[in-house]
Nanobody, 124 residues
Framework: VQLQASGGGTVQAGGPLRLSCVAS????????VAWFRQAPGKERDIVAA???????DYADSVKGRFTISRDNSKNTVYLQMNSLKPEDTAVYYC???????????????????WGQGTLVTVSS
C-alpha cells in the first residue's frame, strides 16, 4: 500500500486548507485511514481518523475545526482544516492500516502504511 499526501502550504491564521491522501489500493479495503502531525522537536500526534464504516475520530485540539472524509471512488481521504492556528503548524502525514482496532487509533505504531509528509505552516 502506498499513500501520497498533498495539499500542504502556508496559510494565515484563521484560514482554511485541505489535505489529500491518495492510496494505491481501494480505500474501502482499509480499516482505518488517519492523519498525524509532527511539529519540530515534538512527537508525532494523531489528528483524525476515518473508519471503513464511515465513523470518524478527532483529537481534542482539532474538534470542530477539522473534518476528515473519504471518497472511496477516488481512493482518497481528505482533511479539511478550518480556523487554522499557528500551533497547527507541522508536517502532516497520512497513515492506514487493514487491521487496527478502534481503541488503538491514537497510536502511530499501530498503522502499517505511511505516506510522505506535507508541510503546513500557519502564520500569525
Amino acid at each position: 500500500v502506498q499513500l501520497q499526501a498533498s495539499g500542504g502550504g502556508t496559510v494565515q491564521a484563521g484560514g482554511p486548507l485541505r489535505l489529500s491522501c491518495v492510496a494505491s489500493v481501494r480505500t474501502s479495503g482499509l480499516r482505518s485511514v488517519a492523519w498525524f502531525r509532527q511539529a519540530p522537536g515534538k512527537e508525532r500526534d494523531i489528528v483524525a481518523a476515518v473508519w471503513y464504516s464511515g465513523a470518524t475520530d478527532y483529537a481534542d485540539s482539532v474538534k470542530g475545526r477539522f473534518t476528515i472524509s473519504r471518497d472511496n471512488s477516488k481512493n482518497t481521504v481528505y482533511l479539511q482544516m478550518n480556523s487554522l492556528k499557528p500551533e497547527d503548524t507541522a508536517v502532516y502525514y497520512c497513515a492506514a492500516d487493514r487491521n487496527i482496532i478502534r481503541s488503538s487509533w491514537r497510536r502511530a505504531d499501530q498503522y502499517d502504511y505511511w505516506g510522505q509528509g506535507t508541510l503546513v505552516t500557519v502564520s500569525s
